[in-house]
């Protein structure tokens, strides 16, 4: 039997958008917590390749977008070839949000590269397009907890605004213009996705919906932090790189850590961050026109413009406060108590490490009494 005749997987390329849902996609395919409900329904493979039993597969994406990591590129996209070659199962799939990031050109070529050409012709593409408002308030709400943004949200809307950041027609049509009938583009929006889930949307989307997908667990989802949150990590980020403005990446690490925990409190987790109305009419002319072209190339219906509409509408009729001042009273207290606990946590982190150096004698070696 040749390589032509003998069975092989189909391959889906889910890649992206950043926060649409690929949190939650990913941590279902690597835990295994789904299955399709009829009989004979396709078997799905999670590539191990080009992710070491990770959740995603970055190191595949960040190899054709990032300088430094071009070094690994042979070796992670070998690996995944070879896993596909053996792979016996219906569908083999891979999924970094980080394909966002790249050109589509170059995924095209490198996957024609690795691949074979059945394979390739069969392959499928998929993005999640989350609307515009949505995702600039998502984005600004991670910049923040990261400790990468410690402006406002108004900052970051020139920020995007003048990097042209979330135009997403021109980028999506370069992806069109290189996948062609293979990619699919669904709107992230509960109403429109099958099980108003994008995990299941996803699932479905892989068996063509000749079968019905039960999710039995999502393990890893993205939270967020409230404005309370947010306003209190703008604060302790802004004090933290005062008194250290080196790039630190124990204090970035340190900051993800506290806002994972924070996102689980009702005092900083509960709530959402809104559209302010002063923002609203400038948000609507920062992405009208690309939700118009978007709606009209890649969508049936108007729903990226609907979904604006909706929500410069929501944000003109509110006047509630949005997010507290950084610098307000109660935002600089909980930024104290937070560096207060830190202090703690590295004082106790180092009298361990003391403490060790003492067992272990000079030599490194532990002593046994």
């Given at each position: 039997m040749t390589t032509e005749d003998r069975p092989t997987p189909k391959l889906i390329v889910h890649i992206g958008d950043c926060k649409s849902g690929s949190t939650a996609i990913q941590s279902v395919l690597q835990r295994g917590s789904y299955r399709y409900i009829e009989p004979g329904a396709p078997s799905l493979r999670y590539a191990l390749g080009g992710r070491r039993k990770g959740l995603n597969h970055h190191r595949l994406s960040n190899s054709l977008h990032l300088e430094n990591h071009a070094k690994i590129k042979d070796e992670a996209w070998g690996r995944f070839a070879e896993e596909v070659a053996a792979c016996k199962d219906d569908l083999?799939?891979?999924?970094?949000?980080?394909?966002?990031f790249c050109d589509p050109?170059?995924?095209?070529?490198?996957?024609?590269k690795v691949l074979p050409e059945h394979i390739h012709r069969t392959m499928r593409v998929i993005a999640y397009v989350r609307p515009h408002a949505q995702r600039l308030l998502s984005g600004y709400a991670q910049q923040v907890r990261q400790g990468l943004f410690e402006g406002s949200l108004e900052a970051f809307l020139d920020h995007v605004t003048d990097e042209a950041?979330?135009?997403?027609?021109?980028?999506?049509?370069?992806?069109?213009?290189?996948?062609?009938?293979?990619?699919?583009?669904?709107?992230?929006d509960r109403t429109s996705l099958e099980g108003a889930c994008v995990v299941h949307d996803f699932l479905a989307f892989c068996a063509e919906k000749r079968a019905t997908p039960r999710v039995d667990l999502i393990p890893t989802a993205n939270t967020s932090l409230n404005p309370f949150g947010l306003a209190t990590m703008r604060a302790l980020s802004a004090e933290l790189k005062r008194r250290n403005p080196a790039p630190n990446a124990e204090r970035q690490a340190l900051l993800q850590?506290?806002?994972?925990q924070l996102e689980d409190t009702d005092g900083f987790g509960t709530g959402s961050l809104r559209?302010?109305?002063?923002?609203?009419?400038?948000?609507?002319?920062?992405?009208a026109e690309d939700a118009a072209t978007c709606d009209r190339l890649f969508f049936d219906g108007t729903p990226l413009t609907q979904s604006l509409a909706t929500i410069?509408?929501?944000?003109?009729?509110?006047?509630?406060?949005?997010?507290?001042?950084?610098?307000?009273?109660?935002?600089?207290?909980?930024r104290d108590m937070a560096i207060a606990w830190m202090e703690i946590l590295r004082m106790q982190q180092r009298a361990q490490q003391a403490a060790a150096r003492k067992a272990n004698g000079p030599s490194g070696r532990r002593h046994v009494q």
């Amino acid at each position: 039997m040749t390589t032509e005749d003998r069975p092989t997987p189909k391959l889906i390329v889910h890649i992206g958008d950043c926060k649409s849902g690929s949190t939650a996609i990913q941590s279902v395919l690597q835990r295994g917590s789904y299955r399709y409900i009829e009989p004979g329904a396709p078997s799905l493979r999670y590539a191990l390749g080009g992710r070491r039993k990770g959740l995603n597969h970055h190191r595949l994406s960040n190899s054709l977008h990032l300088e430094n990591h071009a070094k690994i590129k042979d070796e992670a996209w070998g690996r995944f070839a070879e896993e596909v070659a053996a792979c016996k199962d219906d569908l083999i799939v891979i999924s970094s949000e980080r394909f966002e990031f790249c050109d589509p050109a170059i995924v095209a070529n490198q996957l024609r590269k690795v691949l074979p050409e059945h394979i390739h012709r069969t392959m499928r593409v998929i993005a999640y397009v989350r609307p515009h408002a949505q995702r600039l308030l998502s984005g600004y709400a991670q910049q923040v907890r990261q400790g990468l943004f410690e402006g406002s949200l108004e900052a970051f809307l020139d920020h995007v605004t003048d990097e042209a950041r979330f135009a997403f027609a021109p980028r999506l049509e370069r992806w069109q213009a290189a996948f062609g009938q293979a990619l699919t583009l669904r709107v992230m929006d509960r109403t429109s996705l099958e099980g108003a889930c994008v995990v299941h949307d996803f699932l479905a989307f892989c068996a063509e919906k000749r079968a019905t997908p039960r999710v039995d667990l999502i393990p890893t989802a993205n939270t967020s932090l409230n404005p309370f949150g947010l306003a209190t990590m703008r604060a302790l980020s802004a004090e933290l790189k005062r008194r250290n403005p080196a790039p630190n990446a124990e204090r970035q690490a340190l900051l993800q850590h506290l806002a994972t925990q924070l996102e689980d409190t009702d005092g900083f987790g509960t709530g959402s961050l809104r559209v302010p109305a002063r923002l609203a009419d400038r948000v609507d002319a920062a992405f009208a026109e690309d939700a118009a072209t978007c709606d009209r190339l890649f969508f049936d219906g108007t729903p990226l413009t609907q979904s604006l509409a909706t929500i410069v509408a929501a944000a003109r009729s509110s006047d509630a406060s949005v997010m507290p001042e950084p610098d307000a009273p109660e935002i600089l207290r909980h930024r104290d108590m937070a560096i207060a606990w830190m202090e703690i946590l590295r004082m106790q982190q180092r009298a361990q490490q003391a403490a060790a150096r003492k067992a272990n004698g000079p030599s490194g070696r532990r002593h046994v009494q």
